[in-house]
């Protein structure tokens, strides 16, 4: 994406609030914090009030009786949840294939691309207003070779396109709209259109008729726009590291104070978050943050993170009933929200909500990370240990409907849980059922007309509904109610369970049932930082990790070639089927790098040297496939990936971190682990070609928090032992606490050959025949420790913080 001065870069000094001209940010954060989905976008707003009787539901788990469809195209032999949606439309659809590309050039007509994804409320929408419109499909078959992608299964394709919208538009989402000639190179797209001119804009026929009409009568002005911005994206790929910018020693701490600042102007001091709404978790903004104040000790800057984390535990956005957290909200204060599940931000929150422990010991950041857990075994998971890649927004309110609508699996009237209790009066034992629902409707801020302004839901879904919201906490309930935290606490989990229950009979939202390799690599991460917390589930944690990355290795990976696919599809939580593409789609960047991150941390986990190994075997394909050994950083895709007109370089963490960012730090960590120093050169080369992107610390927090370990140095923790009981019990004292730098070694005496760093080795020995922690920093070493306590005790001076 682009590095440097933008369109947009004035909307983006407004916006942060920052007025030195020097001050640069890139136009990709923009899908993020802005405009990551359609619905965001005050137009529509209004539009949303016309579709509350349109959408119809995809029949998911027999939420609605099955109708001969009248239609069927090419699709309907695809295996992506998305493209299935559309195989019965009417418009004659192609998934993205040669087929298609070459009757584009035979007959000479433009391509329509459609982009999305099978969890999208407003590609649903488009779907059922124009995609099953026969006049509307008349239209599109009659000018256009109509081209369907799943964003998730190709995010190659989506990325360029996306990168052209962006562009052209300044503010881009999904359903993503363009137009291609044969040689797929964009003239103009756009997001949703409505099936008739609305709010000043145009219908979707309209637009179809007026650039089919464009393609014939005035095809060079057409193509000339396109180009022009094509061009420029092709010259910003090309562009080479700045050697005036290139990062020098001390260049991170410098970065690091410009990141705090930026963060500290954006921190939304009543709410938390950065920013007003949407407000998106940001689990990467979240880790550099982290890092950033065990570097700095700014109290101010660890409580932005805590506080973040807190009221999206308490928000709307947070499953209160069972567990995980859905994509965004849409209000500033967290409650209300676009309710999707993905399986991305599950994985990230995990491995945040982690970290907040293992820094704090509160017990309530703990709980979250937890319930995360509990909602990913039950709704997630494959039977085979992979997790799917997530949920919809949109439900059926009922078996009888054949409507879905937003938020009906998830919100609640006042009646319905009031009954609820009535009707278990027994499940709470000493109190009453109208005692436990005064205390729950306190708790959770329910009304009895809903709990969800009307201006924040123009389409009318949840009117008379309630989000479930804690506005205080459960100290303010207790003494509201002069009752014991215990007691409350036991209230509230039986309360759950029984609407549990309830909502499990209910229709649920339709289960993307596509794995997806770097997301799950995501989880891995997530797994192995909670077994690391130390608790009585450390065991079940890490064998869901364990089963996890087994099954990656035997269904997502080619162990004769070393290569990763992107993803396979199963067809349900009960369900053994799992299948792969008849085309192979092979892994990208972010499939390497989120994986290869997982092995490493899981590795840190687990202390399974194979695991470690299979992450280095992993990182010298990344190496191959996409490694620019000109000028430095990775490519997100191969070098000879068919049908993809440029080569990205993505310079922005978003929802999830770019893969350039964990490569970064998987690269000096690596470095680390072997002793090896090609890693670490190659991870410098890589930071240096980021290094004109600006601010740095805020459009790649992640990869700032990678410079800084690789600029600072490593915490290096050498456990010299065997495998015995009391080298257990060194190890397990290290992992619980939050070392973003931290690698951990155990050095067995009785197998030197297995280690893979010989060098650490040979120089760490036991000390008068005890187990040994040896704890260094860029490899200066403190005095070795023997005692299991005095580690604990040096461990809890630096790398922890009481919250107050």
Request: aromatic fraction near 14%.
């Given at each position: 994406m682009f590095r440097g001065k933008t369109l947009c870069q004035n909307w983006i000094r407004s916006a942060l609030a920052i007025t030195a001209p020097q001050t640069q940010l890139h136009r990709s954060w923009l899908i993020n914090d802005r405009t990551t989905t359609t619905a965001a976008h005050p137009q529509h707003q209004h539009q949303q009030k016309q579709h509350q009787h349109l959408f119809r539901g995809m029949a998911t788990g027999g939420e609605t009786k099955a109708e001969t469809p009248k239609h069927t195209n090419r699709l309907a032999a695809s295996k992506s949840p998305y493209l299935l949606q559309h195989a019965h439309n009417p418009v004659d659809w192609y998934p993205w294939c040669e087929e298609a590309f070459?009757?584009?050039?035979?007959?000479?007509?433009?391509?329509?691309?459609?982009?999305g994804y099978s969890t999208c409320h407003w590609c649903h929408v488009m779907e059922h207003e124009s995609f099953e419109d026969a006049a509307t499909a008349e239209v599109m078959?009659?000018?256009?070779v109509n081209i369907k992608v799943d964003r998730e299964e190709r995010p190659d394709i989506d990325k360029v396109y996306m990168q052209f919208l962006l562009m052209s538009k300044g503010s881009g989402g999904w359903p993503m709209s363009v137009w291609l000639t044969p040689d797929l190179e964009p003239l103009a797209a756009g997001t949703y259109f409505p099936p008739k001119p609305r709010y000043g804009m145009p219908s979707f026929t309209m637009v179809l008729e007026s650039i089919a009409k464009k393609w014939v009568s005035d095809r060079d002005s057409l193509k000339k726009a396109g180009s022009t911005l094509l061009q420029a994206m092709q010259t910003n790929q090309s562009a080479g590291t700045n050697a005036e910018l290139a990062f020098e020693r001390g260049s991170g701490d410098a970065k690091l104070a410009e990141a705090v600042a930026v963060h500290k102007q954006r921190f939304d001091q009543q709410h938390a978050g950065f920013g007003r709404e949407p407000k998106f978790p940001e689990v990467p903004r979240l880790n550099f943050l982290f890092h950033a104040y065990l570097v700095t000790k700014d109290v101010d800057v660890l409580d932005m993170v805590l506080q973040t984390l807190d009221h999206i535990g308490r928000g709307g956005i947070n499953d209160h009933i069972f567990g995980g957290f859905a994509r965004y909200a849409t209000t500033r204060d967290w409650h209300n929200v676009h309710f999707e599940k993905m399986l991305y931000d599950q994985g990230q929150l995990m491995a945040a909500y982690a970290n907040a422990y293992k820094l704090t010991r509160s017990k309530e950041f703990l709980g979250y990370a937890d319930r995360i857990y509990e909602y990913l075994i039950k709704d997630l998971r494959h039977p085979a240990g992979g997790f799917y890649a997530g949920e919809d927004a949109d439900s059926l309110p009922t078996h009888e409907d054949t409507v879905k609508v937003e938020g009906a699996f998830y919100a609640w009237t006042w009646d319905e849980v009031k009954q609820a209790f009535q009707k278990e009066q027994s499940c709470f034992k000493d109190i009453s059922a109208a005692?436990?629902?005064?205390?729950?409707?306190?708790?959770?801020?329910l009304k009895p007309s809903g709990n969800v302004s009307p201006s924040s839901d123009p389409h009318g879904h949840l009117s008379g509904k309630n989000i479930l919201i804690v506005r205080g906490s459960e100290e303010?309930?207790?003494?509201?109610?002069?009752m014991e935290l215990e007691k409350l606490q036991q209230l509230l989990r039986t309360a759950n369970e029984i609407l549990h229950k309830i909502r499990d009979q209910r229709p649920r939202p339709h289960l993307d049932t596509k794995i997806i390799c770097g997301w799950n690599g995501l989880v891995l991460s997530g797994l192995a930082k909670l077994a690391n917390c130390g608790t009585a589930k450390r065991d079940a944690y890490l064998a869901t990790a364990k089963q996890l990355m087994e099954f990656i290795r035997k269904h997502l990976y080619d162990e004769e070639e070393k290569l990763l696919l992107r993803s396979c599809y199963g067809a349900g939580v009960a369900d053994n089927t799992l299948e792969q593409n008849a085309t192979r789609i092979e892994g990208f960047l972010d499939d390497y790098a989120f994986l290869i991150k997982g092995l490493l941390d899981y590795y840190k986990a687990s202390l399974e040297l194979e695991a470690l190994n299979w992450s280095k075997t992993l990182q010298e394909t990344q190496d191959k496939l996409f490694w620019d050994e000109d000028k430095g950083a990775y490519f997100f895709s191969q070098q000879n990936a068919p049908n993809v007109i440029v080569r990205l370089k993505e310079d922005h963490d978003g929802a999830e971190p770019c893969g350039n960012s964990v490569a970064a730090r998987n690269l000096t960590l690596l470095s680390h682990y072997y002793d090896d120093r090609q890693y670490f050169e190659r991870a410098t080369k890589l930071l240096n070609y980021f290094a004109d992107v600006s601010p740095f610390g805020h459009a790649l927090p992640e990869m700032l928090s990678a410079l800084l370990l690789h600029e600072n140095g490593l915490d290096l923790v050498a456990v010299v032992g065997p495998d015995s009981e009391d080298t257990r019990r060194f190890v397990e004292i290290v992992r619980k606490f939050y070392v973003p730098g931290m690698i951990i070694v155990h050095c067995d005496p009785l197998h030197p050959d297995a280690a893979c760093n010989q060098r650490l080795q040979q120089k760490f020995k036991m000390v008068n025949g005890k187990t040994t922690v040896y704890i260094c920093h860029d490899r200066?070493?403190?005095?070795?420790?023997?005692?299991?306590?005095?580690?604990?005790?040096?461990?809890?001076a630096n790398f922890f913080k009481e919250r107050i």
């Open positions: 070459e009757r584009a050039r035979s007959e000479d007509k433009l391509i329509f691309l459609s982009v078959n009659k000018h256009f005692r436990a629902f005064e205390i729950y409707s306190f708790h959770y801020d303010d309930t207790c003494s509201n109610f002069n200066v070493c403190r005095m070795p420790v023997t005692d299991p306590a005095q580690l604990e005790e040096n461990l809890m």
